[in-house]
């Protein structure tokens, strides 16, 4: 089984930065993508950023720039680091992974449980 914990969610001010941290833990043969989603009241979970295997990243248009998203294969963790940041990124944050249990089975999905982002004005 594959847990994935997040932290480094909190309270700041507009303007101000934040780290968020997911470690995947558990039986895994590889990790492919890792990404950040977010869901605000009221709206869909939309994909904030996402890392390949090799690197490559992707992110929504709203926060390039301001945010950066890496990872540690090594300890099978990635990170998002989200500066200047402001009151319409508040939002519960979700780590995604994308991975091997095993060299034959197919690729699965697990979700964090979430960690709020709250940005005042």
């Known amino acids: 089984q594959v847990q994935l914990v997040e932290s480094g969610g909190g309270l700041v001010q507009a303007g101000g930065s934040l780290r968020l941290s997911c470690a995947a833990s558990?039986?895994?043969?590889?990790?492919?993508?890792m990404a950040w989603y977010r869901q605000a009241p009221g709206k869909q979970r939309e994909l904030v950023a996402l890392?390949?295997?090799?690197?490559?990243?992707n992110y929504l248009d709203s926060v390039k720039g301001r945010f950066a998203i890496s990872r540690d294969n090594a300890r099978n963790m990635v990170y998002l680091q989200m500066d200047s940041l402001k009151p319409e990124d508040t939002a519960i944050y979700y780590c995604y992974v994308d991975y091997l249990l095993t060299p034959i089975n197919d690729y699965v999905s697990d979700w964090g449980q979430g960690t709020q982002v709250t940005v005042s004005s």
């Open positions: 890392i390949s295997s090799g690197g490559s990243t």
């Open positions: 558990g039986s895994i043969f590889a990790i492919r993508d």
